[in-house]
């Protein structure tokens, strides 16, 4: 009995730590950033599908450790735009895990800073956390 109230009570924790770190925001619709690569400065974003279409995911929060149950392995397509720190990473896994890859802040290096189709990398919804650096 006691076994069980203790592993409930450390599920009931990873279930907050997990809700506790949100910071990631769906904006708009389909037809409000389709096919642009737009994102705000100081945020990177995330898209459902390939040519920066369907639902649009960004946050500005300096490390994000886990997008979401909604965003999770959906990103197709992405685009940097830190505005203090002049590097986004996207990693496989929740809490910085797996592989990563980097592109720069369209803002404050201007260039490598998007991608259109992750396809071609191998990295199709595969993103659950991401994170400014360079700052
Ligand atoms: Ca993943």
Known sequence: MEKRSLKAKAIMAVASGLLAV???????????????E???????????????????????ANTVNYVGDAANDQFSSVTANGGQCRYTAFYQHAYRGGSYFALNSKALVGTNYTRSNLVPYGWNDQISSVMFYGC
Do not use: L
Not at 22 to 36: I, L
Not at 39 to 60: K, L, M, V
């Open 38 to 60: 737009n994102c705000p400065r100081g945020s990177w974003c995330g898209w459902q599908h390939i040519n920066y279409d369907g639902t649009r995911w960004s946050s500005a």
């Open 22 to 36: 949100g910071g990631v925001a769906a904006v708009g619709s389909a037809e409000a950033f389709a096919g642009t």
